[in-house]
């Protein structure tokens, strides 16, 4: 099996991520699935650089987080948006994260909008509302959980043929269609909670109008702690995801 990454940071975002000392998202990606699987074979694709690739010489295709906002009109915008039109022409697995789940959303006709209250570090709450997926992506996780997470913008209209998965009071968490054979998620299987952690004391200044200094350090401890607790059964969706295609 050949997985493609599509990477949804810019190269100055992933230049973020070096210089905070955290490896760029499409490889904690191409690592993860490595460490489930030692025999599919990973490859990344950045829409800021790299040459035209043949996507339809891959089995499945994963979209990463981003720090960009999919309803401003940009060139790496459309950039991604293009090239989610022609892989979801495919008709293969494909899971989006976060931003992931945005450029699917709003290529496919639904609605991406800046959130009322953004989630940093942690979705907490989150609570499994159709049943389709538990004995398969969602197997084994409880019905109610926290996860890895780090957006403003959330979705308000998902696209036709999708269903609501999973949800908080903040947002949609994931939504899924088996018709187009698509997996979103808000949050972040894939991210450790201290990873986040790290690049949040990098982006440090951009908290100060959503919480003090003691609320912001005392979220870091939790971060860490929650890692330690946490680490296993925060993939479990991911790991289920890239099971059920790999059959």
């Known amino acids: 099996m050949r997985i493609l990454i599509i990477n949804g940071w810019t190269k100055e975002g992933d ?5 905070a000392g955290c490896i760029v998202q499409s490889n904690v990606f191409a690592n ?5 699987e030692r025999k599919i074979s990973v490859e990344i694709f950045n829409s800021y650089g790299d040459a035209k690739i043949h996507l339809s010489d891959y089995d499945a295709f ?3 987080g981003s720090g960009n906002n999919i309803y401003e009109t940009n060139s790496h915008n459309k950039n991604q948006i293009d090239t989610c039109n022609k892989i979801v022409e495919l008709n293969k697995p494909i899971w989006g994260s976060c ?3 945005q450029v699917i959303a709003t290529a496919l006709g639904g609605k991406v909008e800046r959130g ?6 942690i979705s907490r709450d989150i609570q499994i509302i159709d049943d389709e997926l538990k004995n398969s992506i969602y197997k ?4 109610i959980f926290d996860a890895p997470a780090h957006h403003s913008d959330i979705i308000t209209e998902i696209p036709k043929t999708f269903k609501v998965i999973t949800q908080n009071k903040k947002c949609i968490q994931s939504m899924y269609s088996k018709e187009k054979k698509i997996f979103c998620a808000q949050y ?3 991210l450790a909670y201290d990873y986040l952690g790290t690049m949040m004391q990098f982006w440090v200044k951009n908290y100060k109008n959503h919480m003090g200094k003691k609320e912001f350090e ?13 680490s296993k059964t925060r993939i479990l969706e991911f790991k289920n995801w890239l099971t059920c295609i790999n059959k």
């Open 99 to 101: 931003w992931g789940m």
């Open 116 to 121: 009322k209250s953004p989630e940093f570090g």
């Open 140 to 143: 084994n996780k409880p019905v």
């Open 218 to 230: 005392s979220l870091l401890e939790e971060l860490d702690k929650k890692e330690k607790e946490e």
């Open 32 to 36: 993860l699935i490595k460490s489930i």
């Open 15 to 19: 230049q973020n991520h070096l210089d």
């Open 188 to 190: 972040h299987p894939e």
């Open 62 to 64: 994963v979209w990463t």
